[in-house]
């Protein structure tokens, strides 16, 4: 009798297959990348990162584990990106340099991949992509369509796979009146889903949002206004990428005839790229250097610069605080946040908004006017993708848990079969034939955190460590004993970093030493001789004493150090004091 096993690969071998594989993307808004498998080849679409949240101490950046591409190198053809943002870009130095393989995107999105892998001193293979124009990669054809969203140029991906058709959306809205004239391929996404779609990777970031993303447009509308009424310099917060409203704080600034200048690396780095590609484009005149600003009275001014989640090294933080070297908030100046509030950076924007605030500027924010909308589709625009494209199969993507299970009841609601919604985890396998799909194994692989040049190196046992550090500080024993007759020659010293300070507490410390003592003296012979049972003996007495002295519980840190009569300052000197 033939298994179930032996069954589902004949099955397989007579339909044909694809294999669905998210790196990243499905536990988080940001890190995506997803691998398309067949039984041939093997394609990546984008290596996104993920910035640390607050729990990730010392992190700098999280990318997704690539070990399943390693493993499979002989079948990977290349990586297309759907876009520029840093969440589908920002990993691709570090694949780049463990697998050279080529990258396929639209002009502006390889542009500012390219900046990126100068920066880290690496070549790529690039590849342009002209959406609606199909290529090869191995045996899949792939064809790119535009779609809109926060930056240009991005596009979704249709790949033709020996089981049938797989669109993975972008990230994207139907906005119906772009900034650039260039729509969402509507045309596209119905034709392929007269085609037949197989299965439907699609964008689930605003899944609980009602109705109609706005247009990007009626942020300009907007902006306008706000110009209008301003009497003295205008200050615009915004993503560095988002050069379409960048375009128009451009276009109203010379409609109300002021000068621009970009203000901080970033923005002057993507509007330099955007403007060179053709996707920005600057009215005559209008753009000024920063220290130009200073012959200009500030009505006839506009600064643009990032710091829109109040990052404390920002320009806008900088200015905020006083502290920055060539502009000084006054009274009357208007500061515009044109961008969404990330969570978890709602202190430190309220912060910078405070000290603008203080300083007598106006602060425009989302909540007081339409100066930001997002890129995202929210409900009816996902169910538009949905009908569009009439997919067999739906995986939502680029969310967490949450809006991708709201996006899911979006598309139960259009009629997709229940069972054939896709609620998968990252490192799942997701196989489909023509008529069968789902979740049949996982990879492994996780996050791997970056933390200065380490990759890797920082695990969870590292980041519990630094939490339990930060929490409640540390307590380091230092002991000199003699190497023979193990005698105490120095200390016990006791050092404390982030616990409490010594000198407030010297009796209660010295005790601690007179107990960390009772522990050498009283120890017999054969632990004495044995640095590991000392140790493990002094941490749990000392553990035992803070917690009923202190009710606190830090690292302690018992250091033994064999000498043979070195002096006391010596000993000290072996823990650095910062
Ligand atoms: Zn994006
Ligand atoms: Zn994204």
Redesign the pocket.
Known sequence: MRSNKDRRESALLENGWVRIIPLGGLGEIGL?MFVVETADDMVVIDAGLMFPDEEMLGIDLVIPDFSYLLEHRAKLRGLIL????E??TGSLPFLLKELPIPVYGTPLSLGLAAEKIREQNLEADLRQVVPRESFHLGSLQVECMRVC???PD?VGVALETPAGLVVHA??FKFDPTPVDGQLTDYHKFAELGDRGVLVLLSDSTNALRPGFTPSERTVGQALEEIFRTARRRIIVACFA?HIHRIQQVLEVAARMGRKVAVHGKSMTTTTRIAADTGYLKVPPGVLVRLDELSSLSPGETVIIATGSQGEPLSAIARMAAGEHKQIEITPGDTVIFSARVIPGNEKSIARTINQLLRRGAEVVTEELAPVHVS??PCQEELKLMLNLTRPKFFVPI?GEYRHRHHHAKLAAAVGIAPDHICLAENGDILEFTPDKGGVVGTVGGGRVFVDGKGVGDVGDAVLRERQHLARDGMVVVVIGLHPQTRAVVTGPEIISRGFIHLQDQEVLFDAAKRLVNEVLMGCPEEERMETAVLKENVKATLRKYIQKTFDRRPMILPVIIEMEGVTHDKAEFMVPSE
């Open positions: 995506n759907t876009h520029g943002h969440d589908h969203h926060s930056i991005g972008g990230d990428s890129g995202h680029h």
